[in-house]
């Protein structure tokens, strides 16, 4: 099943990513060599075989869902792209 | 007559403690080394040399006081993926040019209440996604032994620096190892602990059940200096470990006796340089002489672990590199609506191979694709873990080398993504596996580049794994020739 230019568009939209044509065709060929190399993992037999999620055996730590610390608005806001006072600045979301 | 800036953190922190040397001028030599080397090197993405001053006049205080902890007055530098309060971090992208954070990581903020001097913060491939550094969106850091050569990555500016003498000691991350294998290209050593022992909490997130950050050093004695004060549990990182930090400088006793020690034959592949094999045979007879007993042993799912991997450390990537949306901070690209302005700010910030790695992961979580790629990986991966496991329940620990090959010529593996994954082949499963891995040197190659031997531990035994390899480097000549020369290489 080698990978289309139209796969790689549909991905790239999942992904956000805007690619030129050039990029399409490329990464296709490349994607497509890479998931070539990853079907040997089809030979393993893994039907009874518990997935690994987490190395350890921990479980999630809570905590009091309390205020602890409050940055300064500009702290947060210095590094804004676009900003008016208070706010992020955005490009509309609704058309 | 050493310089200043050839001192292990060891006799550094004697000599400060002393009152024999003042951290400002240790400081001071670094900054000057630095400036004489990074036209040639380009270890360095930022050098904050008036900080580093100001944090070494504070740390003269304390030690004239008698308060001096072993890195207190020791210059370090900081990979760029970990984030330093009020000092600009890119995690080697253009993405984030012009981020500066307002807050520190965690590490970092252990290495400051330590005292460490922070001299700069280091070059690395861009997001930690790379084995040559040559990914990063600045530069490309020269192997200080070559410079045609690369030093390895991701954390390819940590290595050098340190081999080059630009800064005492440095931290990196490592995620199929990144920290591991420019270490061994380097000439140093380094070493990733096991998952959950530093706190990731501050460090830019490539694939979070596999990233580590750790240290580099020129002895493994520096290493346990700095690993002991970054480890430790962490109520920001849900996913650190609750356990006591042991005192891995006190570790290192250098006896071996009794030790039982696995050489996997899955590690020793068609296309590895010979000299590479030969120098870690050599390095087993050495630890046979010290006392260690040295079995075969078998990983059998070895050949499975770069898929593995590759599967799911860039569907974690996909995952943790969306939230570069030009939104909050970095870079922003135009757009009049939102979905284009996201699609053109990655597009034109992100790299080709963070885009491509992006949309492996993303293809790999997509409908239709997740069972076959990202759940089967994450079995497989059970696999690989057993098979350390089982080793590990007749073994203290497992030898075996970093890389199959010495430091490449930088271009080699640009061309073909697949041959640059496949410098892995030996370091991803520890990562998998959330093992201890360390690597050191044990030998140099016919060009005079140096080979890396590496030491894999049990969960949370750092300290066996610190004590192999510190056995083996009192005992043998590397690290003396590999200071000597890398620094000389830059008169």
């Given at each position: 099943m080698p990978l289309s230019v139209d796969d790689v568009r549909h991905i790239a939209l999942l992904a956000r990513l805007e690619l030129t044509p050039e990029e399409e065709t490329a990464f296709a060929s490349q994607l497509d060599h890479i998931l070539s190399h990853f079907e040997r993992l089809k030979q393993l037999d893994t039907e009874s075989v518990v997935p690994t999620a987490h190395i350890l055996a921990i479980e999630t730590p809570f905590r009091d869902d309390v205020v602890r610390n409050r940055p300064a608005v500009d702290s947060l806001l210095a590094n804004a792209p676009e900003r008016d006072n208070r706010f992020f600045k955005v490009p509309k979301i609704i058309e | 007559m050493a310089e200043l800036y050839e001192l292990t953190i060891d006799a550094a922190h004697h000599a400060l403690a002393k009152r024999e040397l003042l951290s400002v001028e240790l400081t001071e030599a670094v900054l000057r080394r630095i400036e004489a080397?990074?036209?040639?090197?380009?270890?360095?993405?930022?050098?904050s040399a008036d900080t580093a001053l100001a944090q070494a006049r504070v740390a003269d205080e304390r030690l004239a006081r008698g308060d001096a902890p072993a890195l207190c007055g020791v210059p370090i530098g900081i990979k760029d993926v970990i984030l330093t309060r009020g000092i600009r971090s890119t995690a080697g992208s253009k993405i984030l040019?012009?981020?500066?954070?307002?807050y520190n990581a965690t590490v970092t903020q252990k290495l400051l209440d330590a005292g460490a001097v922070c001299v700069g913060k280091l070059n690395c491939d861009e997001f930690a996604m790379g084995s040559s550094t040559e990914n990063s969106a600045y530069q490309v850091t020269r192997n200080p032994w070559n410079g045609e050569r690369v030093p390895g990555g991701s954390s390819g500016g940590s290595a050098a620096a340190v081999a080059a003498g630009q800064c005492l000691g440095s931290l990196g991350t490592d995620t199929g190892g990144s920290i591991r294998q420019p270490a061994a290209c380097c000439g140093v050593v380094g070493i990733k602990p096991t998952y959950g022992r530093v706190s990731r909490y501050g460090v830019v997130a490539y694939a979070s059940s596999l990233d580590q950050v750790g240290p580099f050093g020129r002895s493994v004695a520096d290493c346990a200096h700095i690993l002991s004060t970054i480890a430790g549990h962490d109520p920001l990182d849900s996913t650190?470990?609750?356990?006591?930090?042991?005192?891995?400088?006190?570790?290192?006793t250098g006896n071996l006796k009794g030790l039982r020690l696995g050489l996997p034959k899955e590690y020793f592949v068609e296309g590895m340089q010979p000299e590479v094999e030969r120098a870690i045979r050599d390095a087993v007879s050495q630890l046979n002489a010290l006392g260690a007993e040295v079995d075969d042993v078998s990983l059998p799912h070895t050949e499975y672990a770069i898929p593995a991997y590759y599967l799911i450390a860039t569907a974690e990537a996909s995952s943790n590199l969306s939230r570069y949306d030009g939104i909050k901070y970095g870079y922003r690209g135009q757009g009049e609506a939102l979905l284009d302005m996201y699609k053109r700010t990655r597009a034109e910030g992100f790299g080709a191979e963070v885009k491509r790695r992006i949309m492996l992961g993303t293809y790999a979580l997509s409908s239709g694709y997740y069972d076959a790629y990202y759940l089967k990986a994450q079995k497989v991966r059970t696999l690989i873990r057993n098979d350390f496991l089982a080793v590990f329940e007749r073994c203290h620990a497992i030898v075996a080398p970093t890389a199959p090959t010495t430091a490449f010529p930088i271009g080699d593996k640009t061309s073909d993504p697949l041959q640059m994954y496949l410098e892995d082949i030996f370091t991803v499963s520890v990562n998998l596996a959330g093992l201890p891995g360390l690597s050191l040197p044990c030998g140099f190659d016919q060009h005079g580049l140096p080979i890396g031997l590496q030491i894999i531990g049990r969960p949370l035994e750092e300290e066996t794994v610190l004590n192999v390899a510190h056995a083996y480097q009192q005992a043998t000549e590397w690290r003396r020739t590999s200071r000597q020369h890398a620094v000389g290489s830059w008169q």
């Open positions: - | 080397t990074e036209p040639h090197l380009h270890a360095f993405i930022t050098v040019g012009n981020f500066v954070p307002p650190c470990v609750n356990r006591p930090v042991p005192d891995y400088r006190a570790a290192l």
